[in-house]
Structure formats: C-alpha cells, structure tokens
C-alpha cells in the first residue's frame, strides 16, 4: 500500500527553524519527484517546493526561497523540508505529495500532477 506520512509540524515562533519529513512507503522513491505543499485557512493550497528523482533539480516558491530547503534520502524514502527564518504567514498546513517522473531532473507543482498525498501536518509561526 502507498503511503505517504508527513511529521515534524509544530508551534514556532517567528524567526524560528523547523524540519518538515515525509516518509514515503509502498513504492520506490527514486521513480518519483516530491512536492511539498501548505494550505492556510480560507486559502487555495499552494506549491511551496518540490525535488526531482535524482535531487538535482529543485523549485521553490518565490515566498519561500532563501529561507527553506528541500532535499531527499532515496535510501531512507524521505524527503525532508528544512524551514528557517520562519514568519506568522508560513503557518498552514502543510503537504508532502508524490507523483511518477519520467524525467531525472525535473519537477513541476503543479498539484494535478501528484497522485499520491499525505493527510498533512500543521505548522503554526507565532509569538
């Protein structure tokens, strides 16, 4: 069965750092580009970064670029989303998702294109 758990969500202050994990089971990592994504309330879910097969090629969302870092362990089937400098407008839930890739160095985040999803952790920036 595929799965795929989301954990590392939290309480934060702004300015703060929190690691985001997303282990993957059921199926090979190394076919599939992964994508992270977060949902605030009242809001559309939005790409926030995603990582190609080989971990070559990664995006990020223009909001988040400079301050988070996606990255992945084939051997472990987990991607990770390290986030600093956090600020109260990252606070959403966030989702880790995965989707068939044909191509190496490729990803894309657009979220039609990932077939299997996590039920998402929440990660709240406050003081």
């Known amino acids: 069965q595929l799965q795929v758990v989301e954990s590392g969500g939290g309480l934060v202050q702004p300015g703060g750092s929190l690691r985001l994990s997303c282990a993957c089971s059921?199926?090979?990592?190394?076919?599939?580009?992964i994508g992270w994504f977060r949902q605030a309330p009242g809001k559309e879910r939005e790409g926030v970064s995603c990582?190609?097969?080989?971990?070559?090629?990664?995006n990020y969302a223009d909001s988040v670029k400079g301050r988070f870092t996606i990255s992945r362990d084939n051997a472990k089937n987990t991607v990770y989303l390290q986030m600093n400098s956090l600020k109260p407008e990252d606070t959403a839930v966030y989702y880790c998702?995965?989707?068939?890739?044909?191509?190496?160095?490729?990803?894309?985040?657009?979220?039609?294109?990932?077939?299997?999803w996590g039920q998402g952790t929440q990660v709240t920036v406050s003081s």
């Open positions: 998702a995965a989707y068939p890739a044909t191509f190496q160095y490729m990803c894309d985040m657009t979220t039609t294109l990932y077939d299997y």
């Open positions: 059921g199926f090979t990592l190394d076919y599939y580009s």
């Open positions: 990582i190609s097969r080989s971990g070559g090629k990664t």
